[in-house]
């Protein structure tokens, strides 16, 4: 299957795409007009950075104006730093007992056993291995009480 990997560089959007095991570039100039051109480099990771590295940079001065010093490579996230992150973000969305109540459960049953990973590094395997000793924990009710 084909990759498509939208990259906004300044204020052109980029879509870097994968077509016949070549890295093909996708954009439009500020007149309006679109580009879509092969850069002829087999579609790898070294090339994809290559790309964004360079060739995007090189075509951004073509165009007259000014490149970006150094872009941001993607952080790799420890999953406490990335729950506090969200749970922060979506507090404005949320009311606050009910965010407090999902940090409780979060602290309470996903960070004692993945708090301090990587998330590159979880399996779906180990997640569903967490997740039948939770259910093997916890029950349902099976019986409606009166």
Known sequence: MAKNIRFIYTDIKFTIKERYNKWWLDFYLPDGKRIRKSTELSSNQQNLTI????????????????????LQESKEWILDDFADEYFELHSTQ?????????????????????????????????????????????????????
């Open 51 to 70: 790309i964004k590295r360079q060739i995007i940079p090189d075509i951004i001065i073509g165009l007259g104006k000014e490149p970006v010093e150094e």
């Open 94 to 146: 949320i009311r606050e007992h009910t965010n407090e109540k999902n940090k409780q459960h979060y602290k309470n049953h996903v960070s004692s056993y993945f708090g301090k990973r990587l998330i590159s590094s979880l399996t779906p395997i180990e997640l569903e291995k967490w997740q039948n000793r939770l259910l093997l924990k916890y029950r349902h009710l099976t019986r409606i009480m009166q």
